[in-house]
């Protein structure tokens, strides 16, 4: 990988350790390529494996659904969205929806420190005391 003379990355990696000067004989790997032919392997093996857990009742349309959208914004700009996404759903505890009951329960239970150190107990309306 090095930069162009426009000062762009250029994302091209050279075996032969080449970092500039003449191109005689430079073999090159376009790393964007493989990357995209990964990509849209890894999503097509998804959505098969999303069909089988979906026909057997592993999965229901709803989850099905959301990795498919989330598979397409792999494509865009926001892919990082999509990465972030699947490595959740992936490697955290419960998934995506542990994540979410986790993340909801850290926000409830803040919100109960925050009235028993009685920084604002308007916003714990309906709360409780736990």
């Known amino acids: 990988m090095g930069y162009s003379r426009a000062g762009a990355v250029s994302l091209n990696y050279y075996s032969s350790g080449w970092t500039g000067g003449t191109k005689?004989?430079?073999k090159t790997i376009k790393i964007a390529k493989i990357?995209?032919?990964?990509g849209v392997a890894g999503f097509a093996a998804g959505e098969i494996?999303?069909?089988i857990a979906l026909y057997q009742g592993k999965?229901?349309?709803g989850k099905a659904s959301v990795n498919l959208a989330m598979g397409i914004v792999g494509f865009s700009e926001a892919a990082p969205l999509s990465v972030m996404y699947f490595g959740i759903d992936a490697f955290y505890p419960g998934g995506i929806s542990g994540f979410g009951k986790d993340?909801?329960?850290f926000r409830r239970?803040?919100?109960v420190l925050q009235c028993k150190l009685s920084i604002s107990?308007?916003?714990v309306?309906?709360?409780g005391n736990n």
């Open 24 to 26: 005689a004989m430079i």
């Open 35 to 38: 990357a995209r032919i990964m």
């Open 49 to 51: 494996m999303d069909g």
């Open 59 to 61: 999965i229901g349309w």
């Open 103 to 105: 993340l909801s329960n």
């Open 109 to 111: 239970n803040l919100k």
């Open 121 to 123: 107990c308007s916003m």
């Open 125 to 127: 309306e309906g709360l």
